[in-house]
């Protein structure tokens, strides 16, 4: 197959970045101005303004032996576009910063591009600005979201009050046993390169993992229900540490219903094929981009009818401290095992 | 010398955000909420927001063989501010995101951070946010800056008209000069380890390349003079990049006069002793950081009386091309000889 090759510095820096982002025009009436000068300009009504950045690194966050470049550039901007909505706020810009080596060509950033602005256009998101730099090695993927919400409906991750009931959109742990998947696929494909990747039958996992989207259409639901959770967090580390942050700045307790935690069937049956606990995997798989949050007990009907949310457990008094209530009745403290990157282990 | 070392796995990445961020509170009424939650909160007047980015790479942009890490922290923060500057606007927040190798430690990043920390002060910025990430190799630091400005006294670089006057502040090539210095000392150092770097008598291009400033005092001249300029960039890739991407934007020509370019005695003399042409460090010579702007002949009085601020040269029609008029009378085409990260030369 003949692919073709542009060499980046056949474009340099500008010629780059004008190459990657022309012909995308801004679709939120907040941009006055995107790419191409010192800064962007936002324009703003009657809404506060919610910012969030992250860093992804190769080899840390991602590995390009299974990870298409595609891929990359949506879920990278799919997990910023999470944080904002976990404010219960609406993304509408971006910025994207990379740092490459020469390994990668024109055509390879073409597709990372693809994927950031298939993102973009399907979360009605501007991308505004960004720096396009060399790395002597590996990709480095830095977004900053910005978004707009209305000051009495923001919510933050210290709110949540004794009594108020723990809930959680969609299903937990199949993004990490999705990973699991890959990473058993490469290790084999290094040992036996003749043998084809077996990744059937496991679509719904290797989509959370490989293409996973933002609630989004929570943020809609609650507009809808007029309700306004006390307290939010995005599930980006894994529920158990997710829960440990917002009880850590609610200055609260909580305990959970191993029972009512959202496992999808493939995932159960995966993590059973792996001979690992689906619990644990849910507890503290990551990269779910589900929602956290807490609601007042008189809003328990309005989260009963809302599709994908479940009611999980309750928040306590902090000297309760933050509990699993296991199916046979016992009670096991939540312990942090998210990711640790600083970490030797 | 007993130099404490933690490592950073002993503090996690929460762990170490909540380390090195601690104890900073906000200083702009802008500032709702800062680090903490999934998102940084802003409120905003009758103002319009001006959004940028930057990477740096080690080995690319710095090297940790000769730049203090507090100063590469400000200096991080500076680069960034100025592109707010240059919009005629007032930084109000920062984010910053870094990638970092465990060849660093706790002490060290703190080292960073009050580089980071005393330019937020001295420009009365605050950092809302920001992600803390491994890298395998080297330190990468993204930071996105957020400002505000009037919307009608925003200055983009597609201002400048047939006519107007093309002005700059400050000096230029100077931080190309400390870059030289440093370098050269290195290279000793690395022939002849037991020799001690020559640094002295060079302080001020030293302090050009290795703690620059951003030009907040020209944006405060032209609101206390009532100037808006037509049009505005900082010089971060050098005099003639920066005049090629003004006039890209604009579609204009422009000339500049040799004469009239700001080189300062230091740096004069040592492109001199480098035998390098000083006006081609000037034209050439990187992170600089003033502002080149350009004015409606009508405003020339305001800018003659400015303090350090020359008229450079005048904008021309767009066929009339981007030239030098150099002391002996002839004309050059000017060039962009900028960075260029990704040329293989």
């Known amino acids: ?49 919610v910012v969030s950045t992250d860093i992804m690194v190769e080899s840390i966050h991602f590995d390009l032996g299974y990870t298409p470049l595609k891929h990359l550039g949506y879920k990278a901007v799919v997990s910023n576009l999470s944080d904002i909505y976990a404010m219960n706020a609406t993304p509408k810009q971006i910025t994207v910063s990379l740092a490459i080596s020469n390994r990668f060509s024109v055509e390879a950033l073409e597709e990372l591009y693809a994927g950031i602005y298939k993102a973009c256009d399907y979360y009605n998101v501007d991308l505004i600005g960004g720096d396009t730099t060399s790395s002597l090695k590996g990709l480095f993927i ?22 108020d009931l723990l809930c959680v959109s969609g299903d937990l ?43 989004r259409d929570i943020i809609d639901q609650f507009a809808k229900s ?53 619990i644990t995997c849910a507890l503290s798989g990551g990269e779910d981009y589900e929602l956290l949050f807490t609601i007042h007990p008189l809003d328990a009907d309005k989260v009963k009818f ?33 990711w640790q990157h600083f970490s030797n282990s």
Chains 1, 2 share one sequence.
């Open 142 to 163: 830095s977004i900053t979201a910005i978004g707009q919400g209305e000051k009495d409906k923001l919510v933050y991750r210290n709110g949540a009050k004794v009594g």
């Open 1 to 49: 197959m003949d692919v073709k090759r542009t060499e980046l510095g056949q474009l340099g820096e500008f010629g780059l970045i004008e190459h990657l982002t022309n012909g995308h025009s801004p679709r939120n009436k907040s941009t006055i101005k995107g790419i191409g000068d010192d800064a962007a300009v936002l324009d703003h009504e009657n809404f506060q303004t």
């Open 173 to 215: 742990g199949a993004a990490y046993l999705g990973l699991q998947i890959l990473e058993r696929e490469k290790h084999i494909y290094k040992d036996f390169p003749e043998m084809q990747p077996v990744l059937e039958g496991n679509d719904y996992i290797l989509q959370r993992q490989l293409k996973p989207e933002a609630r």
């Open 306 to 338: 809302m599709p994908d949310v479940v009611i999980l457990g309750e928040i306590v008094d902090k000297n309760d401290g933050i509990h699993l209530h296991s199916k046979s009745g016992r009670r096991h403290p939540i312990i942090a095992q998210g």
């Open 226 to 278: 007029q309700l306004v959770p006390t307290s939010m967090i995005d599930v980006s580390d894994g529920l158990a540490s997710e829960i440990r942050h917002l009880c850590h700045q609610s200055k609260v307790g909580a305990f959970i219903e191993e029972g009512s935690v959202p496992i999808h069937p493939d995932a159960y049956q995966k993590a059973i094929d792996f001979q690992h606990d689906p």
